[in-house]
């Protein structure tokens, strides 16, 4: 189908779970799109006419899934740096493999993510690395929505402020504006100072955001309270980083005042829980980020540390991790880890018309075929796709009305 012809198509008799405000969630509903948006919800009028129909009995439709933090093309690194801590995994394993990276090992690197996050139901990706234009060609193709940021080091021989500038510049609001941009400095414990001054300076001035790793260990914070008499988030504050919208990962080691900065600026923290537990390395403390308000998100990180791209796994185990730290099982209760991969998302990558099912919001929606064992009986719908369905039950993926 062309872009920008209004296809009409019909879903019909299919259980939804919407992630709307009131929670609803619809069993043996129709739903309508015309053209990018949901036109109808629950009842679609006589009078609308669909160029397309699909009944969906046993099956159910809800938002597509938004990974807020992922290095995609790291599917190149899949499972060769397994049971190593995360110094050593970086060090010994991951930057010998990025050595030697062609532009087109990034794109195909990128291509085997896209097929592997479409599979799984995500519509949308945060991405943080190198050669993203080849990235942008990717999500063009694949009719994903993404959020891209070169990763700057601002040291040594690698790109300069101004080529990720540029390079954000030109691509934001590419494909029809399902590709958004964003600068991407790697780290406070990487970058200078300076530079990460510059970078705040820099997207203030191109209102642009900025995804950034940061606190994701005690070390670090040790490090740099030795080195700047203050913790990673004390030090980005003050140099004017989170002026503009910030996308965080990790956020694990991280102090009470730590996190009244992040509420007050409206930084958003993403937790990569397989990650976080695989390389060993703690709990972002995601029910007291919620408790202030802010609005978190979830990653699958790249696939080096996970080793896959499969967001429903990664709700799985947001809530996961929080029941058993907290020796609590009523935290992150019912379809809030579904909005953290997903309604949270999307907002946090500035697609704020998308991660959740109403008329007039964007028709980015997967299907997941209920027609399984393990996914009946059907007493909670929303209990079944979080504690019992997994990414291959995903049959249908649709960015912007587009199959
Ligand atoms: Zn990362």
Redesign the pocket.
């Known amino acids: 189908m062309n872009e920008g012809t209004m296809a009409r198509i019909l879903l019909k008799n299919v259980d939804v779970i919407t992630l709307d405000r009131a929670n609803e969630v619809l069993r043996g509903a129709d739903v309508a799109i015309e053209g990018k948006t949901i036109a109808h919800l629950g009842q679609v009028p006589e009078t609308w006419v669909a160029d397309e129909g699909l009944d969906l009995a046993d099956h159910l439709v809800m938002p597509g899934f938004w990974n807020a933090?992922?290095?995609a093309s790291m599917t190149l690194t899949r499972s060769i740096g397994d049971d190593l801590p995360l110094e050593r995994w970086f060090n010994d394993r991951i930057w010998v493999a990025e050595s030697g990276l062609t532009e087109e090992d990034v794109y195909w690197g990128a291509m085997l993510a896209a097929a592997e996050m479409i599979r799984g139901g995500t519509v949308g990706f945060a991405d943080?690395y190198f050669h993203q234009h080849r990235v942008a060609e990717v999500a063009e193709q694949a009719g994903l929505k993404a959020l891209l940021a070169t990763t700057l080091f601002g040291a040594g021989d690698e790109l300069t402020l101004e080529d990720g500038i540029e390079e954000a510049l030109h691509y934001h609001g590419a494909a029809d504006g399902r590709i958004r941009t964003a600068l991407g400095p790697h780290s406070p414990y990487i970058c200078p100072s300076e530079f990460l001054q510059d970078v705040a300076i820099a997207a203030q001035r191109e209102g642009l955001m900025i995804h950034i790793?940061l606190a994701e260990s005690e070390a670090q914070v040790a490090v740099s309270r030795e080195k700047y008499g203050k913790s990673p988030v004390e030090h980005l504050r003050d140099l004017g980083v989170f002026e503009s919208p910030v996308l965080a990962?990790?956020c694990i080691a991280v102090s009470e005042s730590d996190l009244d900065i992040f509420a007050e600026k409206g930084v958003i923290p993403v937790q990569?829980p397989q990650?976080h537990m695989k390389l060993g390395m703690g709990v972002t403390p995601v029910p007291a980020m919620l408790a202030r308000g802010i609005p978190v998100a979830v990653?699958t990180?790249?696939p080096g540390?996970n080793n896959n791209l499969a967001m429903l796994e990664e709700a799985q185990n947001a809530a996961l991790i929080q029941k058993l730290h907290l020796r609590d099982a009523t935290v992150l209760a019912g379809d809030l880890p579904l909005r953290l991969a997903t309604t949270h998302g999307a907002r946090a990558l500035g697609f704020a018309d998308s991660g959740i099912l109403r008329v007039g919001a964007a028709a980015d929606l997967i299907v997941l075929d209920c027609r399984k064992p393990h996914l009946r009986p059907r007493h909670s719908l929303v209990g079944n796709v979080l504690y019992a369905a997994h990414s291959g039950d995903v049959s249908h993926v649709m960015v912007d009305g587009r199959w």
């Open positions: 933090h992922t290095h943080h790793h990962a990790h990569c990650c990653g990180d790249g540390s």
